[in-house]
């Protein structure tokens, strides 16, 4: 039987990356993403289905249901950004721009993977495989961002308990800096870029293929003893132990 997988968040970048691999690997693919021109294009160039949708808001995920596989055996769920990137940092003691900034990252970094799983869990096929994609901040703290995605990296946890009798796997892999996604936007300098490199051990930047290298690992079925875990995938910038 084919293996079905639902990536959110798979326009673009990594996303994007990881359906490829697996439109290669022979599994048939379904993204989604809030951006309906840029899923279609995206779906065509890899000969894989595209379902718009809003990962954040329930009645978009039930309006989008119907179009969903009946059975998954591959849920990644990526959707997610720096929800406060471009504002600026709330004055001192402005506590209503402060919890503003933290449930903005909470929305778009956990309620999307939240939502997404809880709407799929009755499909989810014994077996089943469910990656998380959350980042370094998560573990380094990076305000309301890391906070979100070490928030993250807990639900995970439970999602691992919820399925694991079922012979269902959750993980959740943990970037450094990828270049070649949308979610630096135009506000990485070279300094930055520099620096990010020098806390690194390869002396290189990642880019979308090292992260669906390991996310192809965790959705095979030759991971089946790995759950709960969080992957670093950073170059060695975090050393998780």
């Keep these: 039987m084919t293996r079905t997988a639902v990536i959110t968040g798979g326009g673009t970048g990594i996303g994007r990356e990881i359906a490829s691999a697996f439109a290669r690997d022979g599994l048939d693919v379904v993204i989604t993403g809030r951006r309906a021109d840029v899923l279609k294009d995206t779906a065509t160039e890899l000969g894989v289905r595209a379902v718009a949708f809003d990962a954040s808001d329930p009645d978009s995920i039930a309006v989008a249901l119907p179009q969903l596989p009946e059975r998954v055996d591959v849920l990644v769920n990526n959707a997610g950004a720096n929800a406060v990137r471009d504002q600026p940092d709330p004055a001192p003691g402005d506590l209503a721009a402060i919890r503003a900034m933290y449930l903005a990252n909470l929305e778009t970094n956990l309620l999307t993977a939240v939502l997404v799983t809880e709407a799929l869990l009755s499909r989810l096929a014994d077996g089943a495989r469910v990656i998380n994609l959350g980042s370094i901040a998560g573990s380094r703290g990076a305000g309301s961002y890391g906070a979100s995605k070490a928030a993250l990296a807990a639900w995970s946890i439970d999602i691992a308990r919820r399925i694991g ?5 959750a993980n959740l892999v943990a970037p450094g800096m ?7 936007g135009d506000v990485l300098t070279d300094e930055r870029r520099k620096g990010q490199i020098a806390q690194t051990f390869t002396g290189r930047v990642g880019d979308p293929g090292d992260v669906a290298a390991v996310v192809r690992f965790l959705a095979s079925p030759e991971s ?3 759950t709960g875990q969080v992957v670093h995938v950073s170059g060695g910038a975090f050393l998780g132990r």
Excluded at 165 to 169: E, I, V
Excluded at 178 to 184: P, V
Aim: proline share 0%; aromatic share 14%; hydrophobic share 35%.
């Design 165 to 169: 009798g079922r012979g269902g796997t």
């Design 178 to 184: 990828i270049l070649e996604t949308e979610f630096f």
């Design 224 to 226: 089946r003893h790995v």
